[in-house]
């Protein structure tokens, strides 16, 4: 046997040792460093869900809230239409005329003009309809003016074969000598849709033949006092400032947004020259995701798509974020495990070449330090990070044991700073989910409980119901008393809703719409708890300390879940919002709101 000298022997099993020890740590480091930098990904990840993809929420509820000012708007002219035929007589009696398109019409001033379906109809044998109409100028002057720029025309065309209209665009159409305009309005796109539609309705978006930019037409079917239909009334709406306000996120560089309609079309101006897949960089079976109703997340290879509905219109909003944005988030860590990284290799190459320089001499002295300090790497490799390893000698193993003392520091920092990312991320996920104004739940955790109710469902449990609840009147407390008395008007609305329907969450999802999840002590009472409700706004309305805009008018509806109607919540939601509205119909008929 060939003879090895003790002293060879102890430097053999100190480089060993030492060998092994680094690669344990550096084993434990890479491990801790790729775990590190995975986990503040994933967390980076979900906070684009939760957060970016309730702004994107929030800019698609700002658009459906004023189209639902449009749509009271349409619903205001078609009622107020309605009125007048019960005094139709007297109206033509009071009535003036109203003349086509005159040439004298100043550019920018407001009038009420007339066009006929076909050339049987004239003024002379139209008089009646015309001096009837007449009376609308009142009604539609303010509404034309406050929302100039908005809606740029509106119109009502009658079952009769007459279209009277009121805009300041009338100048586009004068005919030579201010002769009448024929314009078979029964055939346009909007007119069908007033015979098939029992309400609100909608056209595609389509650029304006005048120059008017992006328009949709918002209609509505309306009835004289016996209920047969009269014509249809419509406004046509330019979008273009409210679809560029929509749109309008800037997420950094290469970042973008766009709609898209069910036809799977690109709504955006810059678009026209480039098929969707070059301009979105998204293929045709993304496009089936996104137009299938849903809100949520596309990860794809290099860039993130968050895209929620915009219900009114079918469209869906879409927002690209390029993933280079949200990897720059973790570009702190990458710069920290690097540094770490960096220095341990340093003191790992400089512990092994002193270990090489002095082993033979001091083996034997070094024995010890050696077992102490492999004690305080197992320790903190178990997760004792809190352990502090004590350099028994000034010498080479006392710098490892100050050098592993750093290390240890800078890993508990990185996941400091990753406990506070974390932290901060709960804070934006419950901001996300609390309605600023009333401090209820919002749409975003309504939608959220949906899903949730959907899997109880699924797991048997029948015994829930949803009531809807909408406030009366909120935009006439906005125009008579100011936007702020509305919101004081919502709050005491909310606020009245929570107390007495006080076992169930309450949610905002809508300007001034509410839903109440209905369950346990409120399911088994709720009906009476509706009676509750109505006599606690009664009281309001008859209580004259209050301002006006604190007696409050709302109707509710609501439903519970019954297995031979239901197939999921949404279909309760459904029935209740039908209950709901078929409330408030009774109430406009009894004169209650």
């Not at 004068?174 to 796109?189: E, F, K, N, R, T």
């Not at 939608?447 to 449990?461: H, N, P, S, T």
């Not at 008579?480 to 329907?501: E, R, S």
Request: proline share 2%; glycine share 6%.
């Amino acid at each position: 046997m060939k003879r090895i000298s003790i002293r060879k022997r102890i430097f053999s099993y100190i480089l060993l040792i030492t060998l092994l020890s680094l690669a344990a740590i550096i084993a434990t480091s890479v491990v801790c460093m790729i775990s590190i930098r995975n986990e503040e990904e994933k967390i980076l990840i979900k906070e684009l869900d939760r957060n970016l993809s309730g702004m994107i929420r929030n800019k698609a509820d700002v658009m459906e809230a004023r189209l639902e000012t449009y749509e009271q708007i349409i619903e205001l002219i078609a009622d107020y239409t309605h009125n007048m035929f019960s005094d139709r007589d007297h109206l033509i009696e009071t009535g003036t005329m109203i003349y086509p398109p005159l040439s004298s019409t100043p550019k920018d001033a407001f009038a009420m003009t007339r066009l006929f379906c076909t050339e049987e109809q004239t003024a002379e044998n139209m008089e009646d309809e015309l001096y009837f109409y007449s009376h609308l100028e009142g009604l539609l002057d303010p509404i034309a003016k406050e929302n100039d720029g908005m809606i740029t025309t509106i119109y009502l065309g009658t079952k009769t074969g007459v279209l009277v209209s009121y805009d300041k665009y009338s100048y586009l159409s004068v005919q030579p000598g201010d002769q009448d305009v024929i314009y078979d309005y029964m055939h346009s796109a909007w007119y069908p849709l007033a015979l098939e539609k029992d309400g609100i309705f909608y056209s595609d978006l389509y650029i304006d033949s005048q120059g008017r930019g992006l328009t949709i037409t918002i209609g509505s079917p309306y009835y004289d006092n016996q209920g047969d239909f009269q014509g249809a009334v419509c406004a046509d709406i330019d979008i273009t400032a409210m679809y560029n306000e929509m749109i309008s996120m800037s997420m950094g560089t290469g970042s973008f947004s766009f709609a898209v309609d069910q036809e799977k079309n690109i709504i955006s101006p810059d678009a026209a020259e480039m098929s969707k897949e070059e301009y979105t960089g998204l293929q045709e079976e993304d496009f089936d995701i996104l137009t299938a109703g849903g809100s949520g997340i596309l990860e794809r290879e290099d860039a993130f798509y968050i895209y929620t509905p915009v219900n009114k219109v079918g469209w869906t909003l879409c927002t690209c974020i390029p993933k280079s944005i949200v990897m720059d988030e973790i570009s702190e860590v990458d710069r920290s495990i690097s540094t770490a990284w960096l220095i341990f290799c340093l003191i790992a190459g400089a512990v092994l070449i002193a270990v090489i320089l002095v082993s033979r001499k001091l083996a034997k002295a070094i024995t010890h330090p050696i077992e102490m300090l492999g004690k305080d790497m197992e320790r903190i490799t178990n997760g004792d990070l809190e352990h502090k390893s004590t350099a028994i000698r000034n010498d080479e193993v006392g710098d490892m044991s100050n050098r592993l003392n750093e290390m240890v520091s800078t890993l508990k920092a990185a996941m400091r700073e990753l406990s506070s990312s974390q932290k901060h991320a709960e804070e934006l996920s419950e901001l996300a989910n609390k309605d600023a104004l009333t401090g209820v739940r919002n749409r975003t955790a309504y939608d959220r409980y949906m899903e949730r109710l959907q899997q109880e469902l699924a797991e048997g449990d029948e015994k829930f119901g949803l009531a809807m609840a909408d406030l009366n009147y909120l935009k006439i407390i906005n125009d008579n008393y100011g936007h702020y008395k509305g919101n004081v008007a919502i709050q005491k609305f909310c606020g009245t809703l929570c107390d007495v329907f006080g076992h169930s969450p309450v949610f905002r999802i809508g300007g001034d719409e509410f839903v109440v999840i209905l369950k346990g002590h409120d399911y088994d009472n709720c009906a009476e708890l509706v009676l509750e409700f109505d006599r606690r706004l009664e009281t309001l309305r008859q209580d004259d300390t209050l301002e006006e805009w604190e007696k409050i008018s709302a109707a509710i509806g609501y439903a519970l879940y019954d297995a031979a109607l239901d197939r999921s919540p949404e279909d309760v939601s459904i029935r209740a919002d039908k209950a709901m509205y078929d409330r408030k119909k009774e109430m406009k008929s009894g004169s209650c709101l």
